[in-house]
């Protein structure tokens, strides 16, 4: 158990080898070459000769056998954590941030409160890579470098225990997202510039972690070191209430916006639109859960008071959006748009999970909710990365001006459609009983509300299913009308992972057991970490 | 022989020695000047550790040694050496005499080193006046561009009417005291304030109010920092490198050990100064650094965003804190400096946005160092800047602390309008990153040693200091 802790600064490590492995990679953006081309084309190199994109295929093969390795990685850990009571904590050699009074001990830990997190993580990679991989050359190293930057900051804020390497690791990723979309984003003529969306995401996110970090040294300084995640609530307990309602606020604001919860959602869309599909899948896939895990492992667990006290509030915002990403999610033209807002929709019914959890049934509320975090990043993955596999080039669809499609993608359109169903929280599919559980536990806290809520989510289901409706089936209307030209159908073996992840879905969906029961264990008794310290 | 002479000898003797150098004026000899200069800065530090003692006191206490004094000169000896390993091959490209301008840089480290040790207001003004007059003469060398001209001009008039400020702020607290050395001045406020002697307090407090005029004057901070964007960029980069790096540290640590010292039992009266011009700097500093798109004014700019963090630091009462803050936003900026250096072309300095768009393509190393320097100016973990503002918040967030609820706005507000800097530094990013190189930037060739080293140097202690370093003895 000792020896096997000493894996998880790996979950970091391997995604930065990578990073810098592709960024050595001789490339486009390579110096000389830029320099040498740089006066006749402009040095853009996008339309560059055969050998670049042969060595930009080589380089997506590359990404694509470390992601599987990786993800499977991944998977072996969380699972691990998940069936070994306790799990696994890791603390490495403290280092001086500045002076000798304010030491930070790195700690990573892992158990069944984060590992769902880091297995939705360790599945989506896999997934993302495969369906969206770079089959025509298009995206030079940057492209990974950011991705794996992304990755590695992911895996760093699932991990780790300590406040400040947490807030290292929720700036690295935005800068990774920055650069990713930044780099390799397109702007479409239903969506503003690439750069308009991006300052604005990085800013709105900027808002969210200023304050979360002046809530972290606030907490530091209450402690007199690094009270680590899993010491917030002790650490916050020698504040007064003002105090505690101050750093409460700031973490708050912080979630919100990356979740994002009503009212902080200003960035959603349009970043969305202009990321590239494989950045906007992970983006919805796993980087929304980074605000959920912010919700369930630092706002429930280290401030139940405040949770409570605000509970009412928090919960008609999560109602609000529930309500209202479903009624947008009506109003929309492309099925990217409906996806967007249904991500929000369900995003919010996860929240209600969240802060209706209290008293009797504090542990069903998490739990529901670290089940829908897993629930809705697979589904989330999965829908993006189908929507961006309808046409070349990934432009998604226009409901008004396509139908049909399903005459020439009769694979992808059975597994999105199955997608879609989860989505809509189908009997027998994982999202059913991670909902159902949801409302439960929001039943207890407001009847009113939990019945609002659940009419949010069947106005939502019903546009996806319309949506899916318009754009497959009907009569079929030629690539003139679309403005696309249609994609090849999924191959057997795309087809193939679609379908095991259809079968964990409806797996988990008969017998959610599995996974609730050692999450709602390590809740409600989350201490004995297995420790181990790096030499 | 006197050890305080002694520790002075060196930077005396090179100043003496370079003086002789130039009036041979043997051309071609600029690389040796540079070595002298260099040595004499390392021994002279080297000087002050062996044989200058904590707490002594030399020439009747018109010369203190303590610990602060000692961090903060060697730290501006070290940044001066830096810059001048930076100056090795710029200036030429600017038609800079290097001898005569490595012996103005020799006399600027003098009166810095005064500075961190000055026990009486004598010292006090004579060492402040040794660190502005060279620093005047430094913005405006390059005599033939109209644009160093200027800055050399704003710097020296507006200079010159903030020292004129201090010596009378200084005159006032004498009179009002009685009493020169900075030990004893502390001890008079402390019996008047005990015994409410309103009369003595009135001038002293009228003297303290002219000196922080006159010094938070000259290290910009808002609002009277309009001058410092035109002077970054009237300046050669060679002598801003010492303008903004050494020299803020020198002045601002002046302040610190001014309002630790002597001033200490008046701080009533210039806490809420502090912390206004704190508040202002955050603002202003933010949002008109938002339109710009000169590279100098940007970097101008986040000088005053800086110092309003460094007077936070100066109000919370932390010694180590502020050290840190100064030792890395010394090197931060002399970083900066030698990637600006190392962007420009053989014949002209970068100087807008637009010209170092694509610059992740063309000059990798360079777009790589200057991300991370602004990372650290922004305030992104594992860098020095994150560390020296975590310091500083954290010390103003300390339950214990007894901070009015002011002070806890201001900070607030300080890292809100941090936000905003985020905004311009990424301006700085997007233009590297994510713009295309232009046409001209082809012809920028491989950048000169000095600056590739000192960029080098800059990463590697800005990811030591914001990671696992700390200063000795912090």
């Known amino acids: 158990m000792h020896s096997f802790a000493a894996c998880l600064p790996f979950a970091i490590l391997l995604p930065f080898a990578a990073m810098i492995l592709h960024g050595a990679a001789p490339s486009r953006d390579g110096g000389r070459a830029a320099n040498r081309n740089g006066g006749r084309q402009g040095g853009d190199g996008r339309h560059g000769s055969d050998g670049l994109a042969d060595r930009n295929r080589a380089q997506a093969r590359a990404a694509l056998i470390f992601q599987w390795v990786y993800g499977a990685f991944l998977t072996g850990i969380s699972v691990m954590a998940m069936m070994s009571p306790g799990g696994f904590r890791i603390v490495g050699r403290a280092v001086a941030l500045g002076r000798s009074d304010l030491m930070v001990e790195p700690a990573l830990y892992l158990d069944a409160r984060n590992a769902p997190f880091l297995l939705l993580l360790g599945l989506c990679l896999p997934l993302i890579f495969t369906w969206l991989r770079d089959k025509d050359g298009r995206y030079g190293p940057s492209y990974y470098v950011s991705a794996n930057l992304l990755i590695l900051s992911l895996a760093g804020v699932f991990l780790a225990d300590s406040l400040v390497l947490f807030y290292l690791f929720w700036e ?3 800068l990774g997202a920055y650069f990713w979309i930044g780099l390799h984003g397109r702007a479409n003529i239903h969506s503003g510039s690439v750069y308009s969306a991006l300052i604005r995401f990085f800013l709105f996110t900027l808002v969210g972690s200023l304050p979360m970090l002046v809530s972290i040294i606030a907490l530091c300084a209450a402690a007199g070191k690094d009270p680590g995640v899993n010491g917030i609530l002790s650490a916050a307990s020698a504040l007064d209430a003002g105090q505690r309602n101050w750093i409460f606020a700031g973490f708050l604001l912080g979630f919100a916006v990356k979740l994002p919860l009503f009212g902080f959602h200003g960035w959603l869309r349009d970043t969305y639109n202009v990321s590239a599909p494989a950045c906007r899948a992970l983006l919805s896939g796993v980087m929304s859960k980074m605000g959920a895990y912010g919700l369930i492992l630092i706002l429930a667990q280290g401030f139940p008071e405040e949770c409570l006290r605000y509970a009412h509030q928090l919960q008609i915002l999560c109602v609000l959006g529930a309500v209202y990403g479903a009624l947008l999610c009506l109003a929309q033209e492309r099925l990217i748009d409906i996806l967007v807002y249904s991500s929000l929709s369900h995003l919010s019914l996860l929240a209600l999970g969240v802060f209706s959890a209290a008293g009797e049934t504090f542990s069903t509320g998490l739990t529901a909710a670290i089940f829908q975090v897993f629930n809705h990043g697979l589904i989330m993955t999965a829908l993006f990365a189908f929507d961006a596999r309808i046409a070349i080039g990934g432009e998604s669809p226009l ?4 139908g049909g499609l399903r005459a020439g993608q009769r694979r992808l359109a059975a597994v999105l459609l199955t997608a879609i169903f989860a989505s809509c929280s189908l009997p027998g599919m994982s999202n059913f009983a991670g909902e159902i559980l949801v409302l439960f536990s929001a039943f207890t806290a407001s009847p009113w509300l939990t019945f609002l809520a659940s009419i949010g ?14 754009v497959f089936l009907g009569r079929r209307k030629g690539p003139e009308a679309a403005g696309f030209t249609q994609a090849p159908d999924f191959s057997l073996g795309e087809t193939g992972l679609a379908l095991a992840l259809i079968v964990l879905w409806v797996v988990l969906g008969l017998y959610p057991m599995a996974f609730l029961h050692p999450v709602e264990s390590t809740l409600l008794n989350p201490a004995g970490h297995g420790m181990a310290f790096l030499p | 022989m006197n050890p305080y002479l002694l520790s002075q000898a060196p930077l005396i003797l090179g100043f003496v020695f370079l003086l002789a150098v130039a009036s041979l004026r043997p051309t071609g000899r600029e690389s040796i000047s540079n070595v002298i200069a260099i040595l004499a800065l390392c021994s002279a530090a080297i000087a002050i550790w062996k044989f200058l003692p904590e707490g002594a006191q030399y020439f009747g206490g018109a010369i203190r040694v303590t610990s602060v004094g000692k961090a903060l000169s060697y730290l501006c000896l070290g940044l001066t050496a830096v810059a001048l390993i930076l100056s090795e091959d710029y200036l030429e490209k600017v038609h800079i005499h290097g001898v005569d301008w490595r012996l103005v840089v020799l006399a600027l480290a003098l009166g810095m080193v005064n500075l961190c040790f000055a026990g009486d207001l004598a010292t006090l003004f004579i060492a402040y006046e040794l660190v502005s007059i060279p620093s005047y003469v430094l913005a405006g060398f390059s005599h033939k561009d109209p644009r160093s001209n200027e800055a050399g001009m704003k710097y020296l ?19 009002a005291t009685g009493e020169i050395h900075l030990m004893a001045i502390h001890d008079h406020l402390a019996r008047a304030v005990e015994a409410g002697a309103n009369g003595d307090l009135i001038l002293a407090k009228v003297g303290l109010g002219f000196m922080l005029g006159g010094i938070l004057f000259k290290v910009a901070v808002a609002p009277l920092h309009s001058w410092l964007p035109d002077v970054y960029q009237g300046t050669n980069l060679a002598s801003l490198a010492l303008i903004s790096s050494p020299v803020k540290v020198a002045v601002f640590g002046m302040l610190g050990m001014l309002l630790w010292g002597a001033f200490e039992p008046l701080s009533d009266v210039w ?21 710009q798109t000169n590279l100098k004014r940007l970097v101008a700019y986040s000088a005053v965003v800086n110092a309003g963090f460094i007077l936070l630091g100066i109000l919370v009462n932390s010694v180590p804190v502020v050290v840190f803050y100064l030792a890395s936003y010394g090197i931060m900026t002399l970083g900066s400096w030698a990637a600006f250096m190392a962007m420009g072309t053989p014949k002209a300095d970068v100087d807008e946005l637009s010209d170092i768009a694509g610059l992740g393509r063309t000059q990798r190393w360079v777009a790589l160092a200057m991300t991370l320097i602004l990372f650290s100016y922004a305030g992104i973990p594992l860098t020095a800047g994150f560390a020296a503002k975590f310091g500083v918040v954290l010390e103003a967030l300390k339950p214990d602390a007894y901070l009015p609820h002011w002070t806890l706005a201001v900070v607030y507000l300080s890292v809100a309008a941090g936000l905003v800097s985020f905004y311009f530094y990424f301006q700085i990013i997007r233009a590297m990153w994510l713009q295309s190189p232009s046409l001209e930037s082809a012809d ?17 202690v800005i990811l030591s200091l914001g990671m696992f370093l700390r200063l000795p003895g912090m």
């Open chain 2, 271 to 291: 806490k809420p100064v502090l912390l206004a011009g704190a508040a202002c700097s955050a603002v202003m500093g933010n949002l008109q650094a938002i339109v």
């Open chain 2, 444 to 460: 920028r060739k491989g950048a000169r040693w000095p600056a590739v080293f000192v960029l080098t140097l800059s990463v590697v």
């Open chain 1, 172 to 174: 690295t990723a935005l």
């Open chain 1, 399 to 402: 409901l008004s001006a396509t």
């Open chain 1, 457 to 470: 989510a069947l106005i939502g289901a019903a546009a996806l299913v319309r949506g899916f409706h318009m």
């Open chain 2, 157 to 175: 008039l507006l200079g010159a009417f903030s020292s004129v400020l201090f010596l009378l702020g200084l005159s006032f607290v004498y009179g």
